[in-house]
């Protein structure tokens, strides 16, 4: 154990060049930095990185977080094994039993005692996401039970349900909602996938169910269990490629995209907008406008303003030949592509046009999105105050703050300390101080994990 521990780590030092750090300090901050994304506090800095190099490893339960700091500096997925902190490759299957891998995953979700599990996980930016065509070779046939068949009366079941459960989310947020639809995942949808069933039911049901997962992702992104979300997403994927059904398989690309620019990964934002564009070149209207405005989104956090621009006036053209009906979840309506053009310009630090799109936005939201007020009403004080606009910042947040008690939402959760920390220097005004001491009771535990 001592030799091995004195022998200097070739392969660590190796994957420190290609990072092109200026310094091992600089590698150390962006360890700390990724982990202060799972609410890891880490005081890394130069001489941690001298010890790794000299053969120390470090500890098992923060070396997913240094892996994770190569793989975001490199654009590529890194191994354990490839940095010098395990003495042999994983060669376990890559691509484990579906329905297994489904009721571990959503079994830990509805165990409260367990979810430290799931929030102590980090987000990938580097995560395999599989091209359309490979999906469909990928997926592991499903052992069925001779004793039960289901029909479509159980894929009704399941679309219902989802929709149902959608309503809340939309109303109430993911923390409210999020352990019944885990629920259930495990108990009805799993033994759906392992019953019998003609090939018509069996590619509806998996339609349906990844369906159900995406939804569960997006709720576990809403609570800021963002390596749970992806965790969710992923399954997604490989179900929604097992039905062919491309409409899913491009809305789980397009969910991962919005996840990865929210968390301020431009680049891995634009790589999944483009895989769900790519999946689907025959894409109706409201879908073209649908991925075309998360795509401009994502360029737009990159920089890339005559990218951003084009594909956010793809997005308008295409939304104006869309049908007027959506789906319960992942619809794209005109408030939808108003707030894309407010992220966008906001992005290209346009702010006057960005805050009156975001207003509109507000103005064709439907009256059921009640999450999402409380979130955009936030955002759109917050980048008022940026223009000294006080007063209507205050207004914005008395408003948000109508409806924040009603959500259960990381996120909204996120948006409401932000106002705290943003109208805090502003007490000595009489209207920010009013809303300082309405806002202060309202401050809610966080979720159990």
């Known amino acids: 154990m001592t030799a091995r521990m004195r022998t200097p780590n070739g392969r660590l030092a190796a994957l420190i060049v290609q990072c092109r750090w200026s310094s091992n300090g600089e590698f150390a901050?962006?360890?700390n930095r990724t982990g202060a994304e799972?609410?890891?506090?880490?005081?890394?800095?130069?001489s941690a990185v001298?010890?790794?190099l000299s053969g120390t490893r470090p500890m098992a339960k923060y070396q997913a977080v240094v892996l994770e700091a190569l793989t975001r500096r490199l654009g590529r997925p890194v191994t354990a094994f490839e940095a010098g902190f395990a003495d042999q490759p994983d060669v376990q299957a890559a691509s484990?039993?579906?329905?297994?891998?489904?009721?571990?995953?959503?079994?830990?979700?509805?165990?409260?005692?367990?979810?430290?599990v799931l929030s102590a996980g980090l987000y990938s930016v580097a995560l395999t996401v599989p091209g359309w065509k490979d999906v469909l070779g990928r997926f592991e046939r499903i052992r069925t039970d001779p004793h039960t068949r289901i029909g479509m009366a159980e894929v009704d079941a399941v679309i219902q349900m989802t929709e149902r459960i959608s309503e809340l989310d939309d109303r109430f947020g993911g923390r409210t909602a999020r352990p019944m639809a885990a629920a259930f995942m495990v108990n009805n949808i799993a033994p759906y996938l392992k019953a019998d069933a003609s090939a018509e039911v069996?590619?509806?049901?998996?339609?349906a169910a990844a369906d159900h997962l995406y939804l569960t992702g997006y709720m576990a992104v809403d609570e800021r269990l963002d390596m749970l979300g992806q965790s969710y997403y992923a399954k997604a994927l490989e179900l929604?490629?097992?039905?062919?059904?491309?409409?899913?398989?491009?809305t789980v690309l397009r969910g991962m995209s919005v996840q990865a620019v929210e968390l301020g990964h431009g680049a891995a934002a634009s790589r999944y907008a483009d895989a769900a564009s790519a999946a689907s070149p025959e894409a109706g209207p409201r879908m073209r406008a649908f991925l075309a405005g998360q795509q401009a989104h994502a360029l737009a956090q990159t920089g890339d303003a005559s990218g951003a621009l084009a594909m956010l006036h793809e997005a308008e053209t295409a939304m104006e030949k869309a049908e007027s009906k959506a789906r319960a979840h992942g619809s794209y309506d005109?408030?939808?592509?108003?707030?894309?053009?407010a992220q966008v310009t906001y992005e290209l630090g346009d702010r006057g046009t960005a805050i009156r799109a975001l207003e509109q936005s507000e103005k064709l939201r439907p009256a059921v999105y009640r999450r999402a007020r409380v979130r955009h009403r936030s955002m759109l004080a917050e980048w008022k105050l940026r223009e000294g606009r006080l007063e209507e910042a205050v207004a914005d947040w008395h408003r948000a703050l109508d409806d924040y008690p009603?959500?259960?939402s990381g996120r909204a959760d996120d948006r409401y300390r932000a106002m705290l920390a943003a109208i805090g220097p502003h007490r000595r005004n009489a209207h920010a101080g009013e809303l300082y001491e309405r806002a202060r009771p309202l401050a809610k535990p966080g979720p159990t994990r």
């Open 38 to 46: 799972a609410g890891i506090k880490l005081r890394y800095d130069e």
């Open 406 to 408: 009603h959500v259960q």
């Open 96 to 116: 484990p039993d579906t329905v297994a891998g489904l009721i571990d995953l959503g079994s830990t979700d509805m165990d409260p005692s367990r979810r430290g």
């Open 202 to 207: 069996r590619r509806a049901m998996l339609s």
């Open 50 to 52: 001298s010890h790794w």
């Open 240 to 250: 929604a490629g097992a039905a062919s059904d491309h409409l899913t398989f491009c």
């Open 334 to 341: 005109p408030s939808s592509l108003a707030y894309h053009v």
């Open 29 to 31: 901050r962006a360890v």
